[in-house]
Protein backbone atom coordinates (compact mmCIF):
# COMPACT_ATOMS: atom_id res chain seq x y z
CA UNK A 1 0.00 0.00 0.00
CA UNK A 2 1.81 3.08 -1.02
CA UNK A 3 -0.40 4.92 1.85
CA UNK A 4 -2.89 4.69 4.20
CA UNK A 5 -4.55 8.25 4.72
CA UNK A 6 -8.38 7.96 3.25
CA UNK A 7 -8.76 9.62 -0.57
CA UNK A 8 -11.01 11.72 -1.53
CA UNK A 9 -11.47 12.38 -5.15
CA UNK A 10 -14.25 13.79 -7.52
CA UNK A 11 -13.60 13.28 -10.66
CA UNK A 12 -15.46 14.42 -14.05
CA UNK A 13 -17.52 12.59 -16.21
CA UNK A 14 -15.53 10.96 -19.44
CA UNK A 15 -17.40 11.25 -22.72
CA UNK A 16 -17.01 7.03 -23.62
CA UNK A 17 -18.02 5.42 -26.95
CA UNK A 18 -20.62 3.00 -25.18
CA UNK A 19 -22.77 2.48 -28.78
CA UNK A 20 -21.84 -0.31 -29.82
CA UNK A 21 -25.37 -1.80 -29.73
CA UNK A 22 -24.28 -5.41 -28.64
CA UNK A 23 -22.86 -4.31 -25.88
CA UNK A 24 -24.41 -2.96 -22.41
CA UNK A 25 -22.95 -0.34 -20.86
CA UNK A 26 -21.96 -1.59 -17.25
CA UNK A 27 -21.45 1.63 -15.26
CA UNK A 28 -21.86 5.05 -16.89
CA UNK A 29 -19.12 7.97 -15.24
CA UNK A 30 -20.84 10.16 -12.91
CA UNK A 31 -19.77 13.01 -10.96
CA UNK A 32 -19.98 11.91 -7.75
CA UNK A 33 -17.43 11.71 -5.02
CA UNK A 34 -16.49 8.66 -4.48
CA UNK A 35 -14.36 6.98 -2.05
CA UNK A 36 -11.90 4.50 -1.45
CA UNK A 37 -9.97 4.06 1.55
CA UNK A 38 -7.28 3.75 2.24
CA UNK A 39 -5.62 4.30 -0.79
CA UNK A 40 -5.16 1.07 -3.50
CA UNK A 41 -5.61 2.99 -6.40
CA UNK A 42 -3.75 5.05 -9.05
CA UNK A 43 -7.24 6.80 -10.12
CA UNK A 44 -10.66 6.56 -8.94
CA UNK A 45 -13.73 7.14 -11.27
CA UNK A 46 -17.36 7.45 -9.79
CA UNK A 47 -19.45 5.09 -11.73
CA UNK A 48 -23.64 4.80 -11.64
CA UNK A 49 -24.74 1.57 -11.50
CA UNK A 50 -28.00 3.00 -12.16
CA UNK A 51 -31.84 1.76 -10.75
CA UNK A 52 -31.38 -1.70 -9.67
CA UNK A 53 -33.87 -3.00 -11.96
CA UNK A 54 -32.34 -1.66 -15.30
CA UNK A 55 -28.75 -2.41 -14.01
CA UNK A 56 -27.67 -4.87 -16.53
CA UNK A 57 -26.58 -7.01 -13.79
CA UNK A 58 -29.57 -7.12 -11.91
CA UNK A 59 -30.90 -10.86 -10.83
CA UNK A 60 -32.49 -12.61 -14.01
CA UNK A 61 -30.90 -10.57 -16.35
CA UNK A 62 -28.20 -11.76 -18.65
CA UNK A 63 -26.38 -9.20 -20.62
CA UNK A 64 -23.90 -11.05 -22.98
CA UNK A 65 -21.47 -8.13 -23.26
CA UNK A 66 -20.64 -5.32 -21.00
CA UNK A 67 -18.60 -2.01 -21.71
CA UNK A 68 -16.38 -1.17 -18.56
CA UNK A 69 -15.65 2.63 -18.53
CA UNK A 70 -12.11 2.48 -18.16
CA UNK A 71 -10.95 5.77 -18.35
CA UNK A 72 -8.85 6.07 -21.31
CA UNK A 73 -9.39 2.57 -22.48
CA UNK A 74 -12.51 1.10 -22.44
CA UNK A 75 -12.71 -2.36 -22.72
CA UNK A 76 -15.43 -4.90 -23.24
CA UNK A 77 -15.92 -7.82 -21.19
CA UNK A 78 -17.39 -11.05 -22.79
CA UNK A 79 -19.77 -13.15 -20.50
CA UNK A 80 -18.74 -16.80 -19.85
CA UNK A 81 -20.71 -17.74 -17.02
CA UNK A 82 -23.53 -16.82 -14.63
CA UNK A 83 -24.78 -18.15 -11.88
CA UNK A 84 -27.23 -17.47 -8.51
CA UNK A 85 -25.99 -18.40 -5.38
CA UNK A 86 -28.12 -17.15 -2.60
CA UNK A 87 -29.35 -13.59 -2.90
CA UNK A 88 -26.38 -12.88 -4.74
CA UNK A 89 -26.27 -13.33 -9.06
CA UNK A 90 -22.20 -13.52 -10.18
CA UNK A 91 -21.12 -12.37 -13.91
CA UNK A 92 -18.07 -14.00 -14.69
CA UNK A 93 -16.15 -12.97 -17.94
CA UNK A 94 -13.14 -12.36 -19.90
CA UNK A 95 -11.75 -8.99 -21.36
CA UNK A 96 -11.79 -9.57 -25.17
CA UNK A 97 -8.79 -9.04 -26.69
CA UNK A 98 -6.93 -9.89 -23.54
CA UNK A 99 -5.93 -13.63 -22.85
CA UNK A 100 -5.96 -14.78 -18.99
CA UNK A 101 -8.23 -12.06 -18.06
CA UNK A 102 -10.76 -12.23 -16.25
CA UNK A 103 -13.95 -10.12 -14.89
CA UNK A 104 -15.92 -11.35 -11.78
CA UNK A 105 -18.77 -9.09 -10.25
CA UNK A 106 -21.20 -9.82 -8.09
CA UNK A 107 -24.32 -8.41 -7.27
CA UNK A 108 -26.76 -8.25 -4.30
CA UNK A 109 -29.88 -5.69 -4.44
CA UNK A 110 -28.44 -2.57 -5.79
CA UNK A 111 -24.91 -3.10 -5.12
CA UNK A 112 -22.27 -4.63 -7.02
CA UNK A 113 -18.81 -5.35 -6.20
CA UNK A 114 -16.18 -6.73 -8.60
CA UNK A 115 -13.14 -6.85 -10.00
CA UNK A 116 -11.24 -6.68 -13.61
CA UNK A 117 -8.03 -8.05 -13.61
CA UNK A 118 -6.03 -7.96 -17.38
CA UNK A 119 -2.80 -9.64 -16.23
CA UNK A 120 -0.66 -5.92 -16.17
CA UNK A 121 -3.55 -4.04 -15.06
CA UNK A 122 -5.69 -4.42 -12.12
CA UNK A 123 -9.15 -2.47 -11.29
CA UNK A 124 -11.66 -3.36 -8.23
CA UNK A 125 -15.34 -1.97 -8.59
CA UNK A 126 -16.01 -0.74 -4.73
CA UNK A 127 -19.64 -0.22 -3.63
CA UNK A 128 -19.94 3.33 -1.81
CA UNK A 129 -21.27 3.90 1.52
CA UNK A 130 -24.25 6.32 0.55
CA UNK A 131 -25.15 4.12 -2.74
CA UNK A 132 -23.15 4.35 -5.76
CA UNK A 133 -19.62 2.72 -6.83
CA UNK A 134 -16.08 3.47 -7.41
CA UNK A 135 -13.75 2.19 -10.14
CA UNK A 136 -10.58 2.29 -8.87
CA UNK A 137 -7.48 1.47 -10.91
CA UNK A 138 -5.09 -0.34 -8.99
CA UNK A 139 -1.56 -0.42 -9.08
CA UNK A 140 0.10 -4.13 -9.13
CA UNK A 141 3.13 -2.75 -7.50
CA UNK A 142 1.88 -1.14 -4.92
CA UNK A 143 0.88 -4.63 -2.87
CA UNK A 144 2.51 -6.15 -0.02
CA UNK A 145 3.36 -9.60 -0.11
CA UNK A 146 1.83 -12.84 1.14
CA UNK A 147 3.15 -13.78 4.84
CA UNK A 148 2.67 -17.39 5.11
CA UNK A 149 2.74 -19.71 8.18
CA UNK A 150 4.27 -23.21 7.48
CA UNK A 151 5.60 -23.18 11.22
CA UNK A 152 2.21 -23.22 13.39
CA UNK A 153 3.88 -25.97 15.39
CA UNK A 154 7.03 -26.80 16.58
CA UNK A 155 9.55 -27.66 13.81
CA UNK A 156 9.85 -31.22 15.10
CA UNK A 157 5.96 -31.64 15.23
CA UNK A 158 5.41 -29.95 11.92
CA UNK A 159 7.83 -32.24 10.50
CA UNK A 160 5.80 -35.52 12.29
CA UNK A 161 2.29 -34.07 11.35
CA UNK A 162 4.16 -34.01 7.44
CA UNK A 163 5.08 -37.66 7.43
CA UNK A 164 1.52 -38.27 8.87
CA UNK A 165 -0.10 -36.44 6.59
CA UNK A 166 2.10 -37.72 3.18
CA UNK A 167 -0.11 -41.13 3.46
CA UNK A 168 -3.31 -39.57 3.02
CA UNK A 169 -3.21 -37.20 0.61
CA UNK A 170 -1.10 -39.80 -1.81
CA UNK A 171 -3.75 -42.37 -1.20
CA UNK A 172 -6.99 -39.66 -1.94
CA UNK A 173 -6.82 -40.07 -5.98
CA UNK A 174 -8.32 -43.38 -5.35
CA UNK A 175 -10.74 -40.76 -4.53
CA UNK A 176 -12.90 -41.37 -1.60
CA UNK A 177 -14.29 -37.77 -0.87
CA UNK A 178 -16.83 -35.75 -2.44
CA UNK A 179 -14.68 -32.78 -3.86
CA UNK A 180 -17.53 -30.50 -3.66
CA UNK A 181 -18.63 -27.91 -1.73
CA UNK A 182 -15.55 -26.37 0.84
CA UNK A 183 -17.47 -24.40 3.41
CA UNK A 184 -16.36 -21.05 4.29
CA UNK A 185 -16.85 -18.91 7.25
CA UNK A 186 -15.13 -15.20 6.37
CA UNK A 187 -15.03 -12.80 9.48
CA UNK A 188 -14.14 -9.06 9.42
CA UNK A 189 -12.75 -6.49 11.42
CA UNK A 190 -14.37 -3.23 13.11
CA UNK A 191 -11.69 -1.85 10.82
CA UNK A 192 -12.66 -3.26 7.00
CA UNK A 193 -16.37 -2.82 7.93
CA UNK A 194 -15.05 1.27 8.47
CA UNK A 195 -13.37 1.35 5.58
CA UNK A 196 -15.70 -0.02 3.77
CA UNK A 197 -18.56 1.55 4.45
CA UNK A 198 -20.64 -0.17 6.27
CA UNK A 199 -21.76 -4.02 6.96
CA UNK A 200 -23.72 -5.18 3.54
CA UNK A 201 -20.66 -3.15 1.23
CA UNK A 202 -18.40 -5.85 3.54
CA UNK A 203 -20.22 -8.68 3.18
CA UNK A 204 -20.33 -7.91 -0.77
CA UNK A 205 -16.60 -7.86 -1.21
CA UNK A 206 -16.84 -10.91 0.93
CA UNK A 207 -18.74 -12.55 -1.79
CA UNK A 208 -16.87 -10.98 -4.46
CA UNK A 209 -13.58 -12.53 -3.38
CA UNK A 210 -15.25 -16.09 -2.98
CA UNK A 211 -16.39 -15.63 -6.17
CA UNK A 212 -12.95 -14.50 -7.56
CA UNK A 213 -11.95 -17.57 -6.04
CA UNK A 214 -14.47 -19.72 -7.54
CA UNK A 215 -13.17 -18.62 -10.73
CA UNK A 216 -9.93 -19.39 -10.87
CA UNK A 217 -10.94 -22.40 -9.09
CA UNK A 218 -12.93 -23.26 -12.66
CA UNK A 219 -10.68 -21.82 -14.87
CA UNK A 220 -7.55 -23.47 -13.23
CA UNK A 221 -9.26 -27.07 -13.05
CA UNK A 222 -9.77 -26.99 -8.99
CA UNK A 223 -12.42 -29.56 -8.59
CA UNK A 224 -14.01 -28.07 -5.59
CA UNK A 225 -16.00 -24.68 -4.89
CA UNK A 226 -16.40 -22.38 -2.33
CA UNK A 227 -19.64 -22.12 -0.97
CA UNK A 228 -19.80 -18.74 1.43
CA UNK A 229 -21.41 -20.85 4.82
CA UNK A 230 -21.67 -17.53 7.26
CA UNK A 231 -20.12 -13.77 7.84
CA UNK A 232 -19.57 -12.17 10.61
CA UNK A 233 -17.93 -9.08 12.35
CA UNK A 234 -15.49 -10.75 14.86
CA UNK A 235 -13.76 -8.52 17.24
CA UNK A 236 -12.09 -10.67 19.25
CA UNK A 237 -8.50 -9.87 17.29
CA UNK A 238 -7.32 -7.00 19.68
CA UNK A 239 -3.92 -6.65 17.38
CA UNK A 240 -3.14 -5.56 13.96
CA UNK A 241 -0.32 -8.10 13.46
CA UNK A 242 -1.70 -10.51 10.47
CA UNK A 243 0.05 -13.53 12.04
CA UNK A 244 -1.10 -12.47 15.88
CA UNK A 245 -4.92 -12.54 14.41
CA UNK A 246 -4.09 -15.44 12.37
CA UNK A 247 -2.90 -17.76 15.49
CA UNK A 248 -6.43 -15.73 17.29
CA UNK A 249 -8.54 -16.92 14.76
CA UNK A 250 -7.21 -20.48 15.16
CA UNK A 251 -7.42 -20.80 19.14
CA UNK A 252 -10.21 -18.12 20.26
CA UNK A 253 -13.39 -20.11 21.50
CA UNK A 254 -15.67 -18.13 19.94
CA UNK A 255 -14.37 -18.43 16.64
CA UNK A 256 -14.29 -22.24 17.28
CA UNK A 257 -17.41 -22.12 18.26
CA UNK A 258 -18.99 -20.16 14.58
CA UNK A 259 -16.99 -22.50 12.64
CA UNK A 260 -18.65 -25.33 14.63
CA UNK A 261 -22.17 -23.82 13.72
CA UNK A 262 -21.90 -23.29 10.11
CA UNK A 263 -19.88 -26.27 9.91
CA UNK A 264 -17.22 -24.46 8.33
CA UNK A 265 -14.12 -25.97 6.29
CA UNK A 266 -12.02 -22.58 6.03
CA UNK A 267 -12.08 -19.77 8.51
CA UNK A 268 -11.07 -16.31 7.22
CA UNK A 269 -10.91 -12.84 8.60
CA UNK A 270 -11.25 -9.33 6.33
CA UNK A 271 -8.67 -6.91 7.72
CA UNK A 272 -8.31 -3.26 6.84
CA UNK A 273 -5.82 -2.17 4.35
CA UNK A 274 -2.13 -0.52 4.60
CA UNK A 275 -0.71 -3.58 6.67
CA UNK A 276 2.19 -5.53 6.50
CA UNK A 277 0.93 -8.03 4.18
CA UNK A 278 -1.51 -8.17 1.65
CA UNK A 279 -2.68 -11.98 3.76
CA UNK A 280 -1.44 -14.44 5.87
CA UNK A 281 -2.34 -18.35 5.33
CA UNK A 282 -1.70 -21.47 7.00
CA UNK A 283 -0.29 -23.66 5.08
CA UNK A 284 -2.26 -27.01 4.90
CA UNK A 285 -0.24 -30.43 5.74
CA UNK A 286 -2.50 -32.43 6.65
CA UNK A 287 -3.71 -31.03 9.70
CA UNK A 288 -7.80 -29.78 10.37
CA UNK A 289 -5.99 -26.87 12.45
CA UNK A 290 -4.44 -25.76 9.55
CA UNK A 291 -7.75 -23.99 7.81
CA UNK A 292 -7.30 -20.13 8.40
CA UNK A 293 -6.71 -17.43 6.27
CA UNK A 294 -6.32 -13.31 7.19
CA UNK A 295 -6.58 -11.04 4.22
CA UNK A 296 -6.45 -7.29 3.81
CA UNK A 297 -9.92 -6.23 1.95
CA UNK A 298 -7.73 -4.15 -0.31
CA UNK A 299 -5.40 -6.53 -1.71
CA UNK A 300 -8.69 -9.52 -1.30
CA UNK A 301 -9.33 -9.46 -5.52
CA UNK A 302 -7.35 -7.08 -6.91
CA UNK A 303 -4.40 -9.08 -6.18
CA UNK A 304 -6.33 -12.23 -5.72
CA UNK A 305 -4.87 -12.44 -2.06
CA UNK A 306 -7.76 -13.88 -1.64
CA UNK A 307 -7.24 -16.71 -3.34
CA UNK A 308 -3.84 -16.96 -2.98
CA UNK A 309 -4.31 -17.25 0.86
CA UNK A 310 -7.29 -19.91 0.18
CA UNK A 311 -4.65 -21.69 -1.55
CA UNK A 312 -2.07 -22.12 0.82
CA UNK A 313 -5.04 -23.78 2.91
CA UNK A 314 -5.28 -26.25 0.26
CA UNK A 315 -1.78 -27.00 0.51
CA UNK A 316 -0.36 -24.34 -2.94
CA UNK A 317 2.56 -23.25 -2.26
CA UNK A 318 4.73 -20.05 -3.87
CA UNK A 319 7.24 -20.31 -6.38
CA UNK A 320 10.62 -22.49 -5.40
CA UNK A 321 11.90 -19.55 -4.53
CA UNK A 322 9.68 -18.42 -1.74
CA UNK A 323 8.54 -21.44 -0.69
CA UNK A 324 8.82 -22.00 3.05
CA UNK A 325 7.59 -25.74 4.09
CA UNK A 326 4.68 -27.97 3.58
CA UNK A 327 4.99 -31.69 2.43
CA UNK A 328 4.46 -31.47 -1.19
CA UNK A 329 7.03 -30.72 -3.52
CA UNK A 330 5.22 -31.04 -6.61
CA UNK A 331 3.05 -28.27 -5.58
CA UNK A 332 4.73 -24.91 -6.38
CA UNK A 333 3.89 -21.72 -8.23
CA UNK A 334 5.24 -21.67 -11.60
CA UNK A 335 6.54 -18.73 -13.52
CA UNK A 336 8.09 -17.69 -16.90
CA UNK A 337 9.93 -14.24 -16.49
CA UNK A 338 8.47 -11.22 -18.33
CA UNK A 339 5.95 -13.55 -19.17
CA UNK A 340 3.59 -14.71 -16.05
CA UNK A 341 3.75 -15.64 -12.96
CA UNK A 342 0.53 -17.73 -11.65
CA UNK A 343 -1.84 -16.98 -8.36
CA UNK A 344 0.43 -18.38 -5.90
CA UNK A 345 3.54 -17.26 -7.44
CA UNK A 346 5.79 -14.05 -5.94
CA UNK A 347 7.33 -11.72 -8.97
CA UNK A 348 10.81 -11.74 -7.37
CA UNK A 349 12.59 -14.37 -8.92
CA UNK A 350 12.50 -12.38 -11.97
CA UNK A 351 14.16 -8.95 -12.54
CA UNK A 352 11.57 -7.55 -14.53
CA UNK A 353 7.79 -6.92 -13.65
CA UNK A 354 6.09 -10.35 -14.54
CA UNK A 355 2.57 -10.12 -14.15
CA UNK A 356 0.24 -12.25 -12.45
CA UNK A 357 -2.04 -14.39 -14.43
CA UNK A 358 -6.13 -15.48 -13.50
CA UNK A 359 -5.04 -19.39 -12.56
CA UNK A 360 -3.17 -21.42 -10.30
CA UNK A 361 -0.16 -23.48 -11.82
CA UNK A 362 -1.18 -26.75 -13.95
CA UNK A 363 0.64 -28.69 -16.53
CA UNK A 364 -3.56 -28.47 -18.05
CA UNK A 365 -3.65 -25.21 -19.13
CA UNK A 366 -1.67 -23.18 -20.91
CA UNK A 367 -1.38 -19.15 -21.55
CA UNK A 368 0.61 -17.56 -24.89
CA UNK A 369 1.02 -21.01 -26.05
CA UNK A 370 2.64 -22.03 -22.98
CA UNK A 371 2.18 -24.56 -20.02
CA UNK A 372 1.52 -22.89 -16.68
CA UNK A 373 3.05 -25.64 -14.68
CA UNK A 374 5.04 -28.43 -14.88
CA UNK A 375 3.74 -31.89 -13.75
CA UNK A 376 5.35 -33.29 -10.71
CA UNK A 377 7.08 -29.35 -9.82
CA UNK A 378 4.70 -26.58 -10.02
CA UNK A 379 1.46 -28.35 -9.91
CA UNK A 380 -0.48 -26.09 -7.51
CA UNK A 381 -3.70 -27.83 -8.71
CA UNK A 382 -2.80 -30.88 -8.57
CA UNK A 383 -2.03 -30.87 -4.83
CA UNK A 384 -5.15 -28.89 -4.37
CA UNK A 385 -7.64 -31.73 -5.73
CA UNK A 386 -5.80 -34.02 -3.69
CA UNK A 387 -6.48 -32.40 -1.01
CA UNK A 388 -10.00 -31.59 -1.87
CA UNK A 389 -10.85 -35.19 -2.94
CA UNK A 390 -10.22 -36.37 1.03
CA UNK A 391 -13.20 -37.36 2.08
CA UNK A 392 -14.77 -34.66 4.94
CA UNK A 393 -11.82 -32.29 4.08
CA UNK A 394 -11.34 -30.62 7.25
CA UNK A 395 -15.30 -29.71 9.39
CA UNK A 396 -15.93 -33.32 9.16
CA UNK A 397 -12.81 -34.30 10.73
CA UNK A 398 -12.83 -31.61 13.49
CA UNK A 399 -16.22 -31.88 14.28
CA UNK A 400 -16.69 -35.49 14.50
CA UNK A 401 -19.01 -36.96 17.03
CA UNK A 402 -18.47 -37.09 20.95
CA UNK A 403 -20.15 -40.20 21.40
CA UNK A 404 -18.32 -42.26 24.35
CA UNK A 405 -15.94 -44.86 23.09
CA UNK A 406 -17.17 -48.62 23.14
CA UNK A 407 -15.05 -51.29 23.08
CA UNK A 408 -15.54 -54.51 21.08
CA UNK A 409 -13.99 -56.62 18.56
CA UNK A 410 -13.26 -53.87 16.06
CA UNK A 411 -12.63 -50.82 18.33
CA UNK A 412 -9.90 -50.45 20.62
CA UNK A 413 -10.58 -47.43 23.71
CA UNK A 414 -7.07 -45.81 25.11
CA UNK A 415 -6.40 -43.43 28.01
CA UNK A 416 -9.27 -44.07 30.11
CA UNK A 417 -11.84 -44.63 27.33
CA UNK A 418 -10.66 -41.42 25.64
CA UNK A 419 -9.54 -42.03 22.64
CA UNK A 420 -10.95 -44.39 20.25
CA UNK A 421 -8.92 -46.48 17.24
CA UNK A 422 -10.58 -48.49 14.27
CA UNK A 423 -8.55 -49.76 11.57
CA UNK A 424 -10.02 -50.56 7.82
CA UNK A 425 -7.82 -52.91 5.56
CA UNK A 426 -8.12 -54.06 2.45
CA UNK A 427 -8.22 -57.48 0.77
CA UNK A 428 -6.35 -58.40 -2.53
CA UNK A 429 -10.00 -57.50 -4.47
CA UNK A 430 -10.24 -54.11 -3.19
CA UNK A 431 -12.75 -55.49 -0.27
CA UNK A 432 -12.56 -53.44 3.02
CA UNK A 433 -12.38 -55.51 6.11
CA UNK A 434 -12.46 -54.17 9.87
CA UNK A 435 -9.31 -54.97 11.57
CA UNK A 436 -9.73 -56.74 14.88
CA UNK A 437 -8.33 -55.42 18.10
CA UNK A 438 -6.44 -56.06 21.02
CA UNK A 439 -5.83 -53.56 24.04
CA UNK A 440 -2.15 -54.31 25.49
CA UNK A 441 -1.84 -51.09 28.03
CA UNK A 442 -4.01 -48.10 28.72
CA UNK A 443 -1.88 -46.19 26.19
CA UNK A 444 -1.11 -49.23 23.83
CA UNK A 445 -2.90 -51.66 21.69
CA UNK A 446 -2.94 -53.81 18.22
CA UNK A 447 -4.65 -54.90 15.45
CA UNK A 448 -4.60 -57.97 13.70
CA UNK A 449 -6.30 -59.20 10.10
CA UNK A 450 -5.48 -62.66 9.54
CA UNK A 451 -5.07 -64.49 12.62
CA UNK A 452 -4.83 -63.41 16.20
CA UNK A 453 -1.18 -63.34 17.41
CA UNK A 454 -0.09 -61.79 13.63
CA UNK A 455 -0.06 -58.31 14.76
CA UNK A 456 -0.52 -55.97 11.65
CA UNK A 457 -0.37 -52.64 13.57
CA UNK A 458 0.08 -51.10 16.38
CA UNK A 459 -0.66 -48.07 17.80
CA UNK A 460 -0.29 -45.92 20.89
CA UNK A 461 -1.69 -42.34 22.02
CA UNK A 462 0.61 -40.58 23.79
CA UNK A 463 -0.29 -37.77 26.89
CA UNK A 464 2.17 -34.56 25.29
CA UNK A 465 0.19 -32.46 26.88
CA UNK A 466 2.96 -30.81 29.18
CA UNK A 467 5.77 -30.89 26.30
CA UNK A 468 3.53 -29.35 23.59
CA UNK A 469 0.21 -29.02 24.20
CA UNK A 470 -1.21 -32.24 22.62
CA UNK A 471 -1.95 -35.50 22.62
CA UNK A 472 0.38 -37.83 19.80
CA UNK A 473 -0.61 -40.57 17.43
CA UNK A 474 2.22 -43.23 16.89
CA UNK A 475 1.33 -45.89 14.60
CA UNK A 476 3.64 -48.38 13.21
CA UNK A 477 2.62 -51.40 10.62
CA UNK A 478 4.19 -54.60 9.35
CA UNK A 479 1.80 -55.09 6.24
CA UNK A 480 1.89 -53.68 2.40
CA UNK A 481 -1.42 -54.12 2.90
CA UNK A 482 -3.52 -50.91 2.16
CA UNK A 483 -5.36 -49.98 5.49
CA UNK A 484 -7.03 -46.67 6.96
CA UNK A 485 -6.67 -45.91 10.64
CA UNK A 486 -9.35 -43.76 12.50
CA UNK A 487 -8.04 -42.41 15.87
CA UNK A 488 -11.08 -40.20 17.37
CA UNK A 489 -10.62 -37.84 20.57
CA UNK A 490 -14.31 -38.43 21.99
CA UNK A 491 -13.76 -35.76 23.95
CA UNK A 492 -13.13 -32.85 21.34
CA UNK A 493 -14.97 -34.82 18.15
CA UNK A 494 -11.55 -34.18 16.65
CA UNK A 495 -10.69 -37.19 14.75
CA UNK A 496 -7.86 -38.32 12.24
CA UNK A 497 -7.49 -40.54 9.77
CA UNK A 498 -4.01 -42.16 8.45
CA UNK A 499 -3.97 -43.86 5.39
CA UNK A 500 -1.51 -46.12 3.39
CA UNK A 501 -1.48 -47.91 0.15
CA UNK A 502 -2.30 -51.26 -1.47
CA UNK A 503 1.55 -52.39 -2.01
CA UNK A 504 3.35 -49.99 -0.21
CA UNK A 505 5.24 -51.09 2.81
CA UNK A 506 3.78 -49.15 5.82
CA UNK A 507 5.59 -45.43 7.27
CA UNK A 508 5.63 -45.40 10.82
CA UNK A 509 3.24 -42.46 11.76
CA UNK A 510 4.62 -40.21 14.59
CA UNK A 511 1.88 -37.40 14.86
CA UNK A 512 2.80 -34.87 17.82
CA UNK A 513 0.70 -32.30 16.88
CA UNK A 514 -2.48 -35.15 16.50
CA UNK A 515 -4.96 -33.54 19.01
CA UNK A 516 -4.24 -29.96 20.18
CA UNK A 517 -7.29 -31.03 22.71
CA UNK A 518 -5.65 -31.28 26.18
CA UNK A 519 -7.44 -28.32 27.62
ZN1 LIG B 1 1.45 -16.70 -0.03
Redesign the pocket.
Known sequence: MRTNVTVLVTVLALALPLSAAAQTPLFAPSESTVRVAPAIARSVTAIDLGAAAASPLAAGRTAERLTLPIPGRPLVAAKTGRVRTGDRSVWKGVVEGEEGSLVVLTTRGERTAGVVLTGDRAWQIVPQPGGGHALAELDPQDFEP???RGDEVPPAAHDAAGAAAAAPLASAAAGTGAGGAIRVLELYTADAERELGGKANTELLIANSVDLANALFEDSGVAARLELAGTARWDGGGSTDLWALLEGLRTAPDVRSLREVHRADLVGLFVGGGGQYC?V?SLYDGNPELAYHVVSWSCAVGNMSYP??VG?NLAAH?NPENAVGGTDGASRAHYVCGEFRTV?GYPDPCSAQTPRIALFSTPQRRYQGKPVGIAGQRDNVGAMNRVVARAGLFAEDTFADQSSCTPDDTTLCLRGGRFELTVTWTEADGTARPARAVPMTDETGYFWFFRGGNVEVLTKVIDGCSVNGAFWTFLTGMTDRGLSVRVRDTRSGLARTYDSATGQAFRPVQDTAAFPTCT
Do not use: A, D, L, N
Open positions: CGVGGHEHHM
